[in-house]
């Protein structure tokens, strides 16, 4: 297992694992750049739409605690097919949607799939290569979350798309499906949980799996990290569209804003991710977070829309740079029997942050404040998570962590 190389069956299986998270970050940035059309048509006040927003993450904190788990139980790649399937079928169901209860139910079963395939496509991942390769690979396959946002835009700047919101949840619905189809013959289970060495299921308590074995003070920061990057991450993805047009800037302009923060996320973030896990992390972590104000700023500023772009391409590659380091770290703080256990219950408490963001921005809005007023008040919540990230690098170096936790498992004898 410590020189496992990236053999063919594995490389393919990480493209899988990168396309599975592809169409999560589609989901993700779907509803966003929906809002725009979705809100006249619905009806819907600021107020309302946040909750149209939330529910999906509602549905994701709850589906990648039982995925998590249910996973380290019965593998990864059952869980994961699953877990796409419904994602698929319930975005499909989202476009069919003819009031706002449907609309809530369907992005809250959405949510479920969502929940369930992101702590099984990051843990195969990270078991799928060597230790000290694990940060890196993590940062590539979640790297395909912004570019998957950054589809969504695209895909909304099409000829007639702009017209009929739907298309971007059928989309974002027959993807998963399809990708789940070809997973069934083409994606391994994870070698670690597979052979004669594979890990025996894991029968702790989550609370043991948790915090046992000195991982409570690494659990308490990666669930800070989290929370706090998910808050931020999740307030822009879903309202950034909104606010530029508020802003008093086009629909096309938004299209673009989304098209900037995911793009520059998932290739300038991916080098942010790396340069802070790098043995400087610590002044990479400040200035990443830094970043994330100086780009806040030339967001309020709105004096044009080129400064105003510039500012949603900074924005995505800092908010989500720093996304990117807790989900490379994640992976590699638990051991093979409870890893998805570990990482999704990571992943759900990111979510209760994610509630909070776009819930924050909305009752923000619906008490009349000024989209300026939202962008300031986000950077309270960045200096916090600035905060989190910063210690959780600061525990230990990367390269220690990826050596040590293969030797935490209950076949690291073998």
Known sequence: MQSRPVQDGNLRSLVLCALAAL?????????????????????????AISWVFSAATFGLLVGAIIGGRVADRVGRKPVLIASLMVMGLCSCATALANSVESLLLAR???????????????????EMVEPRRRVAVVTVVTAALPFGGALAGMLSLSHGIGWDWRVIFYVGGIGPVVLALLMM?????????????????????????????????????????????????????????????????????????????????????????????????????????????????LLYSGTSVEIALFGCALAGATIIGGQLVVYALAPLSYSTAVR???VG??????????????????????????????????????????????????QRTEPDIAQNAPQTRNESAA
């Open 340 to 342: 998805s256990t570990g």
């Open 108 to 126: 809250f079963l959405t949510g479920l799939g969502l929940g369930g395939a992101m702590p099984n496509f990051i843990a195969l991942a990270a």
């Open 185 to 297: 013959p083409l994606l391994r289970e994870s070698a670690e949980r597979s052979g004669d060495g594979a890990v025996r299921p894991d029968t702790a308590s989550l609370s043991q799996a948790l915090f046992a074995d000195g991982r409570a003070s690494r659990t308490l920061q990666l669930w800070s990290g989290f929370f706090f990057n998910q808050l931020i991450l999740l307030l822009m993805l879903n309202w950034l569209p909104t606010l530029f047009v508020r802003l008093s800037f086009s629909h096309a302009a938004a299209s673009w804003a989304a098209i900037c923060f995911n793009l520059s996320g998932s290739f300038i973030g991916a080098l942010i991710a790396r340069a802070c896990g790098g043995p400087r992390r610590s002044l990479w972590v400040t200035l990443n977070y830094l970043g994330i104000v100086v780009a806040l700023m």
């Open 23 to 47: 169409f999560e970050g589609f989901d993700n940035q779907s509803m966003g750049v929906a809002a725009p059309r979705l809100i006249p048509e619905f009806g819907l006040a600021p107020g």
């Open 345 to 394: 219950a990571a992943v759900a408490v990111g979510r209760f942050g994610s509630v909070v963001g776009p819930l924050y921005a909305g009752g923000l809005l619906a008490l009349g404040a000024a989209s300026s007023a939202v962008l300031v008040g986000i950077i309270p919540f960045v200096a916090l998570g600035g905060a989190a990230v910063f210690a959780l690098t600061r």
